[in-house]
């Protein structure tokens, strides 16, 4: 534990698990603290959304994700219902990993991966890393940096020994307490609370079939309040749910809470189940005013907290490890400009502030809906009008949280300092539809290029050049990254689908995936593009 480190990482949620993977992945040496054994009794996520699988692809585990406990042949529909035994009000369809079709804009969909399996996924990916060390059960106390370095003082709560760690940079994973924020004094701001939620987890292996309803995975309860709650099958095969009562108040606690009230309520009848946890937690609102501060950067829950509606948490949290990582990476190989780390926030954080609006525009979305007509419950001709009528309803609105391509994979760097703008108009930034499109700062566009080979599988270890039919050479460019020991590949794209949608002769490609610049002509100045999008101008 003594003795200098690149990156120490403070937390081992999927966050920061995900950040040391992406540094084990580029060779980057670091060490990750986590307070507890890293063991999960119940899980808080279960999708891994489009953009995390593509990141599962370049680390190759994207084969263990789709591989997962989750059986392939249990359709992942969100079904609305006025209890589990009651009346299915509506319901939107997603099918089952085995019947899912190819996606056209990326070669995955969402997944259904709780935590329970891809934490252990994350942490065996980072650990086959020789460059990665996970230390769990320690405990990061505090830590103050000088233009130098970061100086940690850290507890190895097996023997109680504190340890002095020296690093050249701390990123704090540590969610949504974050002593690394609070150390630096950062603020978080938005709404707030935006209610207190219940969640229990119970086994019941056969609740699913003694229902009687056609299988899916969630099942979101509507009374005539509206949307009550809303239960998972987190495990088919071991029979784990999730019951989640979306406002217990701030006063229930996981010993006062009325379990079988509440599971009653969910499932229209008494059914004995076996209780394995209860929590109570915050939802809330809110986005950091910074994502660090020189040599200490933040990620994950630390910065952004957001209501689970939408699936972003995590997802949102990968995006920045993925992004910080490729950029501390650049600066400890000495390629990475004295600006590089500094984008970081200007980047990620505007990305967060949208996921953060998003899932709160579901939350709300949810909260104000009340449609209910007490013929729903009627077992009449009148009753099934009036449960199609909310039906459609329900699946046209709060069914939008089910619908969010654009949301998973349409976030653009705008304004980014690392990124040339091309002047040309953002598309519109749409929870739902998903536009491609190759402008400076926007995700790369998959394409095709060949069976099993997709455009996304060419970008990731430097940087990547598009070279279009009708390009000039390069050749400039080559040279001015090589100049400055810029890792950059050249790749001749002869798909004409691929040259409709980037738009351009020549398209340059980030280490993650983002466009940096595109153009028909190599600059004038090589050298000044490359310092650009090194971080260095
Ligand atoms: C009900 C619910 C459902 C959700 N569903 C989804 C979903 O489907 N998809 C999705 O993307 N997101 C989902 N989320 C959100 C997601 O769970 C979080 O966004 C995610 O866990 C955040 O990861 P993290 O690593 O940033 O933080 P955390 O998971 O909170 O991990 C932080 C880690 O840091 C450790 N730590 C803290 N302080 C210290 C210290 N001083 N020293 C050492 N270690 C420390 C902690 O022990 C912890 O392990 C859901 C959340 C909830 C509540």
Not at 379 to 404: I, K, P, W, Y
Not at 484 to 499: N, T
Not at 501 to 529: M, N
Request: one cysteine or more.
């Amino acid at each position: 534990m003594h003795g200098h480190i690149p990156v120490l990482i403070v937390g081992g949620g999927p966050v920061g698990l995900a950040l040391a993977a992406e540094l084990g992945w580029r060779g980057i040496a670091c060490t990750l603290i986590e307070q507890t054994d890293g063991s999960i009794v119940t899980p808080k996520m279960n999708e891994v959304n489009t953009r995390t699988m593509e990141f599962c692809r370049r680390w190759g585990i994207a084969d263990q994700v789709l591989n997962c406990p989750f059986p392939g042949d249990h359709p992942l529909d969100a079904v609305f219902v006025t209890s589990l035994f009651g009346y299915e009000l509506g319901r939107v369809a997603r099918p089952a990993r085995d019947q899912q079709t190819p996606e056209p804009a990326s070669p995955y969909r969402l997944q259904a991966c709780s935590q329970i399996w891809f934490d252990p996924m994350l942490l065996q990916l980072a650990r086959s890393f020789a460059s990665v060390t996970v230390k769990h059960r320690h405990r990061l106390e505090s830590f103050a940096q000088t233009r130098e370095e970061v100086v940690a003082e850290v507890t190895d709560l097996a023997t109680e020994r504190h340890h002095t760690l020296r690093a050249d940079y701390l990123v704090g994973c540590d969610g949504a307490a974050s002593l690394v924020r609070r150390t630096l004094g950062i603020a978080l701001t938005g709404t707030g609370t935006l209610g207190y939620p219940l969640n229990m987890f119970f086994r019941a292996p056969d609740l699913l079939r003694q229902s009687g309803r056609k299988p899916g995975t969630f099942f979101i309860v509507v009374d005539r309040g509206g949307v009550w709650g809303n239960l998972r099958i987190i495990d088919p095969v071991r029979g784990i749910w999730r019951l989640m009562v979306d406002q217990a108040g701030d006063e229930v606690t996981p010993e006062n809470a009325d379990r079988q009230g509440y599971l009653r309520h969910a499932l229209g009848r008494d059914v004995a189940v076996e209780w394995i946890d209860v929590n109570v937690w915050r939802r809330r609102s809110l986005v950091a005013e910074r994502y660090g501060e020189d040599r200490v950067l933040l990620a994950g829950d630390a910065v952004h907290q957001l209501s689970p509606t939408g699936a972003l948490g995590m997802n949102s949290g990968v995006g920045d490890a993925v992004d910080i990582g490729w950029k501390l990476a650049a600066v400890l190989k000495g390629w990475g400009g004295p600006r590089l780390v500094e984008s970081y926030d200007v980047e990620r954080r505007p990305v967060g502030r949208r996921n953060v609006q998003m899932a709160t525009g579901f939350y709300r979305h949810n909260e104000g809906f009340s449609h209910w007509s007490p013929v729903v419950v009627e077992h009449s001709a009148a009753g099934d009008r009036a449960r199609r009528q909310l039906g459609a309803l329900l699946e046209e609105g709060v069914g939008g949280e089910f619908r969010t391509l654009g949301l998973q994979i349409g976030y653009a760097y705008e304004n980014s300092p690392i990124c040339v703008a091309d002047g040309t108009p953002p598309p519109p930034d749409d929870t739902t539809t998903y536009v491609p499109t190759a402008r400076p700062g926007a995700r790369a566009p998959h394409v095709w290029l060949a069976p099993g080979k997709s455009m996304l599988d060419l970008f990731g270890r430097g940087f990547t050049l598009l070279r279009f039919a009708g390009a000039p050479d390069p050749a400039a460019l080559s040279k001015a990254a090589a100049q400055r020991g810029v890792p950059l590949e050249v790749a001749d794209i002869a798909s004409p689908e691929a040259a409709a949608l980037y738009q351009r002769r020549l398209v340059l490609v980030r280490p993650d995936g983002h466009v940096a610049w595109r153009g028909d002509e190599v600059p004038a100045d090589a050298g000044a593009l490359i310092d650009r999008v090194r971080g260095a101008e």
